[in-house]
């Protein structure tokens, strides 16, 4: 996947030292901005996007809000025919 931001950095870990840019708000879905914890004034400034996955817990809810919204649908799919 290379499109909106196509030179920017990605990773599937953190690299050792780096953190959330937890201001930022445009990275596309799935991704976080991180830095190297420079200044942003410094030639030594880095920034790349990370990868994220949702844990287990994460994912039982994405799953459970997944089945919840395609039985209210059939419910009131019922209600309606």
Known sequence: MSYGFPDVLRY?????GWKEIRWAIT????????SNRKSI????YRHALL?????GNELNELNKMNYDSERITREVHV???
Do not use: C, E, H, Q
């Open 12 to 16: 599937d870990t953190m690299p050792t």
């Open 41 to 44: 004034f410094s030639k030594d």
């Open 79 to 81: 209600l309606t025919a």
């Open 27 to 34: 990275a596309p879905n799935g991704y976080v901005w991180i």
């Open 51 to 55: 990868r994220i996955r949702p844990n």
